[in-house]
C-alpha cells in the first residue's frame, strides 16, 4: 500500500522558499545526496499543491529542470481550485483532498506518494493520511520565505526519527507521523 511522502529541503530556519515562493535559494545545496537519489525509484506519484507546481523551479530552463533535479518522471497530481484550460500532460488536476489523495496512491501502484508544497503537506497532516517527512536541512537561513510548517495557533505533531544521514550540502532527517 502506498505511503505518503512529505520531503523537502529547507533552510536550517525552517523556511522551503524564500519571499513570493523564490527557490533560487536552494541551487547551491542541491547536488549528490544518495538518500534523496535512491529516494526516486521509490516513488510512483507526485502530489503537488497548486502554488508548487505553478511555482519557481531553481533549475527551470536547463536538463534538470523539474522533480528531483529532474530525475522523477512520472503521474503527478495537483491539488488545486485553478484547473488550467490546457491540458498538461502527465498532471491531473483535482480540486479536494480526499479525491487527489485516492488518484496519487492508484497512481503510485504501492510506491510512495511524494508530497509538494507546504500546504497541501500541511492539509495531508491534517487529514491524518500523511505517514512521514523527509527534510534535508541545508546549511543556509533565509530569514523569511515559506515554512516547512505552519499552523496559526500552533499544534504538536509528533514525528518518530526513522534515521539521520549528512552530506556535505545538507543533513537528511526522516521521521514517521505518529498518529
Same mark, same amino acid.
Given at each position: 500500500?502506498?505511503?505518503?511522502?512529505?520531503?523537502?529541503?529547507?533552510?536550517? %530556519?525552517?523556511? +522551503?522558499?524564500? $519571499?513570493?515562493? #523564490?527557490?533560487?535559494?536552494?541551487?547551491?545545496?542541491?547536488? $549528490?545526496?544518495?538518500?534523496? %537519489? %535512491?529516494?526516486? &525509484?521509490? +516513488?510512483?506519484?507526485?502530489?503537488?499543491?497548486?502554488?508548487?507546481?505553478?511555482? #519557481? !523551479?531553481? *533549475?527551470?530552463?536547463?536538463?534538470?529542470?523539474?522533480?528531483?533535479?529532474?530525475?522523477?518522471?512520472?503521474?503527478?497530481?495537483?491539488?488545486?481550485?485553478?484547473?488550467? !484550460?490546457?491540458?498538461?500532460?502527465?498532471?491531473?488536476?483535482?480540486? *479536494?483532498?480526499?479525491? &487527489?489523495?485516492?488518484?496519487?496512491?492508484?497512481?503510485? #501502484?504501492?510506491?510512495?506518494?511524494?508530497?509538494?508544497?507546504?500546504?497541501?503537506?500541511?492539509?495531508?497532516?491534517?487529514?491524518?493520511?500523511?505517514?512521514?517527512?523527509?527534510?534535508?536541512?541545508? $546549511?543556509?537561513?533565509?530569514? #523569511?520565505?515559506?515554512?516547512?510548517?505552519?499552523?496559526?495557533?500552533?499544534?504538536?505533531?509528533?514525528?518518530?526519527?526513522?534515521?539521520?544521514?549528512?552530506?556535505?550540502?545538507?543533513? *537528511? +532527517?526522516?521521521?514517521?507521523?505518529?498518529?
Amino acid at each position: 500500500m502506498s505511503r505518503l511522502l512529505y520531503s523537502v529541503t529547507m533552510s536550517a %530556519d525552517g523556511f +522551503i522558499a524564500g $519571499p513570493g515562493g #523564490d527557490m533560487s535559494w536552494l541551487a547551491p545545496y542541491l547536488g $549528490p545526496n544518495p538518500q534523496a %537519489d %535512491d529516494l526516486v &525509484a521509490r +516513488i510512483g506519484a507526485l502530489l503537488v499543491g497548486n502554488r508548487t507546481f505553478r511555482g #519557481d !523551479d531553481p *533549475n527551470k530552463g536547463t536538463e534538470k529542470e523539474g522533480a528531483f533535479e529532474g530525475a522523477w518522471q512520472g503521474p503527478h497530481i495537483v491539488l488545486t481550485h485553478h484547473v488550467p !484550460d490546457t491540458p498538461v500532460p502527465g498532471v491531473e488536476f483535482l480540486g *479536494n483532498l480526499p479525491d &487527489a489523495v485516492a488518484a496519487a496512491k492508484a497512481a503510485a #501502484d504501492g510506491k510512495y506518494v511524494n508530497v509538494l508544497g507546504a500546504n497541501v503537506a500541511r492539509q495531508c497532516l491534517e487529514a491524518g493520511v500523511l505517514d512521514e517527512v523527509l527534510t534535508m536541512v541545508a $546549511p543556509v537561513l533565509l530569514g #523569511d520565505g515559506v515554512r516547512l510548517f505552519e499552523h496559526p495557533g500552533g499544534t504538536n505533531v509528533r514525528l518518530e526519527q526513522i534515521s539521520v544521514s549528512h552530506v556535505p550540502t545538507a543533513t *537528511n +532527517i526522516w521521521y514517521r507521523v505518529v498518529s
